[in-house]
Every structure is written in C-alpha cells, then in structure tokens.
C-alpha cells in the first residue's frame, strides 16, 4: 500500500504490448488518482520564445532555434481553450494557478488574455478558486493592461535587476537598447492602479557583487514586499545541448577555474553568476532582511527556509527532495518536463493527443520528479545541509566533485556558504514562531 493511499495499488499493470510487468512507484500516481485531491502547476508559453527584448542571459531566446524544438508562433484559440478546459479538469484540488509567462507573454495582446479569463469562467469548478500570475519584462505595460489586471486579479510577476546601472547591463531590447526607464515607469503604473506585483530579480555576474545595492532598491525604490532571487547559471552549449546529455567525464572539478565564470574554458557562459558571489549575495541580503524586514518583506530563498524548518516543507521546487508537478507548456501544445527542460529529450507529449494530467502522471514524468533525489552524488547524501538543498535545481548538476563525481550542483559553495550563515538565524525565528499562533498570508 501506498503511503497516504487508502486502497491497496494493484500489484501487476498490462502495458501497451499487452505484456504484464509489476508496479512500482513511479506507477503510484496514476493508480492513485482518483483516491484523493489531484493537484499540479503548469507554466504557459503562449507565444513560446518571442520576445521584444534581447536579454544576454535568457535561457529561452534559444527554443527559437532549437533542433526539434518547440514551434514558433501563437497559442492559438482552439490550443488554448483545450488547454484551460484540459488544466481545470485535471486539478481536483481546491486551486487552480495559471502562470502565463515566455518568451514576452505581453505580446500575445489584451485580446488574447480576455478569452482566457472568459474561458476560465465558462469551465471553473464550483468549489475551484482560479487564479493568473503574468511574469512580465514590463515594457510594454500602459494603462489599458493595468485596468485588465486590477480588474481580473492578476498577479504581476515583474523583472527588474536592480538599479539602472545594473539594470541595464543584460536586459536590452532588440536594438541593444537599455530597458530600466520603461520597466520602472511600469512600476508606478502598477502602484497607481493597485496591481499586486511581485519582483524576479536575475542574479549574475554584475549584481551579484552589489547585493545590498539591488536589495535596498527593490525594497525602498520599487516597494516590492515579495522578492524573488533566481541565480543565472547557464552552461556552455544550453541552447542546443539538453540537461544531464552532456559528457559527464568533461565536466570540471570543484574548485578548479573551469568551474567558474571567466576562464577560457569555462563550463558556464560569462555572465553566469560565480558560485562564491552566489553565497556572498544571498548572506548579505539575509543580513540586511533579519536586520530590518523580517516579517515586512518575502525573500524567496528566506521564506522557504523557514517553511522547511517548520517542518513545511519548501515553498519552492528547487528546495524539495523531488519534483516533477510543475509542467510547461508551449504554444504548439507541447508538454515539457518543466520549463528549463524543453528539449526534445523531455517533452512528454501534446494535449491534442494526452489529457494534460495523465502527462504530467505519467511514469516517464514521475521517474524525472524522483531523479532529483536518485541521482544525487555521495558528496550531497553526506552533506549536513541535505534536507536544506536536495541538490537544488538538476539543471544546474553540471560539475563534478573533488574527487571526480559527476551531479554536483555548480552553486553548491555559495548554497552552503549560505545555509551555514543563515541557518542558526531561521532555526531561532522559527523557535519564536513556533510559541505563537499561525497566520494565514495571501498567495503571492
């Protein structure tokens, strides 16, 4: 029987060749779906890869002219009322959470997000909360889209890098020109209309040596209450070479100059950020925050870890021991293993021809949300912060070990320089957490 299962699982499945072969639990479940509330994410990419601005770092610029890759162009209206028709119907929890990002979501147009909101009307569940987060580069914001928003309680999930300085070193547009005037112009739009927004702050090579230069400005220049920090860690060759298909043996050693940004032969692209500086950014930022924001501003990184030694188990995928339930979708109807994964390699399927829930149960797609914890080398499983990390993202398993084993996260010294600073701080919070009563917080 099946942890948390009521029935027992059958013991033998037929497979498509008619053979028979016994269960096991990457097979549990889709066995077990219908025994209890059924819940995932998917991230839609309605206008796949397009995108106005020409971002050096964007991991996603790339599917453009990717072999086998994703197709170019719109979702269109039939692909999309399958897919809101397909998502609603799948998840049988009590929420359902529509992230909309790409490429430039923005530019698939007003009109575009209006059939989505009357969509969702026409096939929501009774009991079924629906929900939109939009991730957005913020230049093409005005008026008219901050009356939508306000109107159908989207959530904005807004890009900015920091200061203008920092700002502009990577997130250009097309012609190279820098974006911060018109990013931050939309941040007072969004407060002028009372659109909630959250921050995604990239971290890479530059800002990541100024963390309390992009700290203090998205708290005191964009009021930003929920900031989230996502390290740019790319490996040479991402564009056309899909993750854990690289040559295991190539892969540099910890601690060697190939395992950091700026060598001739570096695994990671040059504006990657450097592991040391990773560390650096996330102690001096988690200073700053106990310091003076503790309870008043959400870090990401901050939140999940005091969730976690709460015993809550982390907020975010990238901290759990597997993962798996967070699915992408492109806008020909393809189904990826999850967003940093669209590849040929790991598309699971399309909704024209497989229900989206049965994808994303599939025991293709189990087997890919379990290797997080299956393929984690020696050197992590005896690690004293295993629990905190789980290896963090299997994207960013690119290097190897000091003594030459392959799946190490190439963040791993600035994530451990990072748990042994803040971790005591977190354990003392949640012990004076633990002496009070819960407060529900709204989704952010």
């Given at each position: 029987?099946?942890?948390?299962?009521?029935?027992?699982?059958?013991?033998?499945?037929?497979?498509?060749?008619?053979?028979?072969?016994?269960?096991?639990?990457?097979?549990?479940?889709?066995?077990?779906?219908?025994?209890?509330?059924?819940?995932?994410?998917?991230?839609?990419?309605?206008?796949?890869?397009?995108?106005?601005?020409?971002?050096?770092?964007?991991?996603?610029?790339?599917?453009?002219?990717?072999?086998?890759?994703?197709?170019t162009?719109?979702?269109?209206?039939?692909?999309?009322?399958?897919?809101?028709?397909?998502?609603?119907?799948?998840?049988?929890?009590?929420?359902?959470?529509?992230?909309?990002?790409?490429?430039?979501?923005?530019?698939?147009?007003?009109?575009?997000?209006?059939?989505?909101?009357?969509?969702?009307?026409?096939?929501?569940?009774?009991?079924?909360?629906?929900?939109?987060?939009?991730?957005t580069?913020?230049?093409?914001?005005?008026?008219?889209?901050?009356?939508?928003?306000?109107?159908?309680?989207?959530?904005?999930?807004?890009?900015?890098?920091?200061?203008?300085?920092?700002?502009?070193?990577?997130?250009?547009?097309?012609?190279?020109?820098?974006?911060?005037?018109?990013?931050?112009?939309?941040?007072?739009?969004?407060?002028?209309?009372?659109?909630?927004?959250?921050?995604?702050?990239?971290?890479?090579?530059?800002?990541?040596?100024?963390?309390?230069?992009?700290?203090?400005?998205?708290?005191?220049?964009?009021?930003?209450?929920?900031?989230?920090?996502?390290?740019?860690?790319?490996?040479?060759g991402?564009?056309?070479?899909?993750?854990?298909?690289?040559?295991?043996?190539a892969?540099?050693?910890?601690?060697?100059?190939?395992?950091?940004?700026?060598?001739?032969?570096?695994?990671?692209?040059?504006?990657?950020?450097?592991?040391?500086?990773?560390?650096?950014?996330?102690?001096?930022?988690?200073?700053?925050?106990?310091?003076?924001?503790?309870?008043?501003?959400?870090?990401?990184?901050?939140?999940?870890?005091?969730?976690?030694?709460?015993?809550?188990?982390?907020?975010?995928?990238?901290?759990?021991?597997?993962?798996?339930?967070?699915?992408?979708?492109?806008?020909?109807?393809?189904?990826?293993?999850?967003?940093?994964?669209?590849y040929?390699?790991y598309?699971?399927?399309?909704?024209?021809?497989?229900?989206?829930?049965?994808q994303?149960?599939?025991?293709?797609?189990?087997k890919?949300?379990?290797?997080?914890?299956?393929?984690?080398?020696?050197?992590?499983?005896?690690?004293?912060?295993?629990?905190?990390?789980?290896?963090?993202?299997?994207?960013?398993?690119?290097?190897?070990?000091?003594?030459?084993?392959?799946?190490?996260?190439?963040?791993?010294?600035?994530?451990?320089?990072?748990?042994?600073?803040?971790?005591?701080?977190?354990?003392?919070?949640?012990?004076?957490l633990?002496?009070?009563?819960?407060?529900?917080?709204?989704?952010?």
């Amino acid at each position: 029987m099946t942890p948390g299962i009521s029935n027992p699982l059958p013991a033998v499945i037929v497979q498509p060749d008619g053979s028979w072969r016994t269960t096991d639990k990457y097979d549990a479940p889709s066995l077990a779906a219908n025994q209890g509330p059924q819940r995932f994410h998917v991230m839609a990419k309605p206008g796949g890869s397009t995108c106005n601005l020409d971002c050096d770092y964007c991991f996603y610029l790339s599917k453009q002219t990717l072999p086998d890759g994703p197709a170019t162009g719109k979702m269109s209206d039939e692909m999309l009322e399958r897919f809101i028709s397909q998502y609603i119907a799948g998840v049988t929890g009590s929420e359902v959470v529509f992230s909309w990002q790409g490429g430039e979501p923005t530019l698939m147009g007003l009109d575009f997000f209006r059939k989505v909101v009357a969509l969702e009307k026409k096939y929501a569940k009774p009991f079924q909360v629906v929900q939109n987060d939009l991730q957005t580069n913020g230049t093409l914001i005005n008026e008219e889209w901050c009356e939508f928003l306000k109107a159908n309680r989207f959530l904005v999930g807004l890009s900015i890098d920091g200061p203008r300085e920092l700002h502009d070193k990577y997130r250009v547009t097309k012609g190279r020109k820098p974006t911060f005037e018109r990013v931050f112009n939309t941040v007072k739009l969004l407060q002028r209309y009372g659109v909630p927004f959250n921050t995604l702050t990239c971290v890479n090579r530059i800002n990541a040596r100024k963390p309390l230069d992009v700290y203090r400005f998205l708290k005191n220049e964009v009021g930003s209450t929920y900031i989230q920090f996502i390290p740019i860690a790319e490996y040479m060759g991402f564009e056309k070479t899909a993750p854990h298909k690289w040559n295991n043996a190539a892969l540099p050693r910890d601690g060697t100059p190939e395992a950091r940004p700026g060598n001739s032969n570096s695994i990671v692209t040059d504006w990657s950020v450097d592991p040391d500086d990773w560390g650096y950014f996330l102690c001096k930022v988690f200073d700053e925050w106990l310091r003076n924001d503790l309870g008043k501003i959400m870090v990401n990184h901050f939140e999940t870890m005091g969730s976690q030694h709460m015993g809550l188990g982390s907020q975010v995928c990238i901290y759990g021991e597997f993962c798996g339930k967070g699915v992408a979708i492109e806008n020909d109807g393809g189904v990826y293993a999850c967003d940093h994964y669209v590849y040929p390699e790991y598309r699971l399927g399309n909704i024209k021809d497989a229900a989206i829930d049965a994808q994303v149960f599939s025991r293709t797609q189990v087997k890919f949300g379990y290797a997080k914890n299956e393929t984690l080398p020696q050197y992590c499983r005896q690690c004293a912060y295993l629990s905190d990390c789980w290896g963090e993202c299997p994207k960013n398993r690119f290097i190897r070990t000091a003594d030459g084993e392959p799946g190490l996260n190439y963040l791993c010294r600035g994530f451990k320089k990072y748990f042994a600073h803040a971790i005591p701080e977190i354990n003392r919070i949640v012990a004076d957490l633990k002496q009070r009563p819960m407060q529900p917080r709204k989704r952010m």
